[in-house]
């Protein structure tokens, strides 16, 4: 619990810092999100969630609040077979995932491959410090011997 209030209030913390108002929507979104980090939930998930614990939960205003903290890089939505997911992506240094177009898995990209794209992007563009935040769209192992 204490480690969870401290990552709120971290995160608060750089969102002030951006000069974002925190209001109760967003605190309550960002609180949603770090208890939920382990797991992808929708939009309905979001939702029934705020309904819970707000009355000020109406779709437009959701859906502003999660768009401001995509671009604020809190969290990523995830385009899957399944449906839309957001996932919350802060604190990670590797945020690239590889989602299998057929069945759907999400495997999670790993530390040498960021470092790899990073090191080509400096070299290529003196491009340095990239936050790497990418999906890939393929087919995983089992899914692409299907196809044989």
Not at 22 to 49: M, N, S
Not at 60 to 86: A, C, F, H, M, T
Request: some cysteine; hydrophobic content about 40%.
């Amino acid at each position: 619990l204490v480690h969870r209030m401290k990552k709120h209030r971290d995160l608060v913390a750089v969102l002030r810092a951006k000069k974002v108002r925190i209001t109760p929507l967003r605190r309550l979104l960002v609180q949603f999100f770090i208890d939920h980090k382990a797991q992808r939930p929708t939009l309905k998930d979001i939702q029934e969630y705020l309904e819970k614990h707000t009355s000020d939960a109406n779709r437009s205003s959701v859906y502003r609040n999660l768009e401001l903290l995509k671009r604020l890089e809190v969290i990523q939505e995830l385009d899957l077979p399944s449906g839309r997911r957001l996932q919350y992506v802060f604190d990670r240094q590797v945020r690239h995932y590889f989602i299998c177009k057929a069945c759907g898995k999400l495997l999670r990209g790993n530390r040498d491959l960021f470092e790899r794209l990073e090191a080509a992007l400096k070299d290529v563009h003196g491009f340095e410090k990239a936050k790497l935040s990418v999906l890939f769209y393929g087919y995983c192992a089992k899914c692409a011997g299907d196809g044989e």
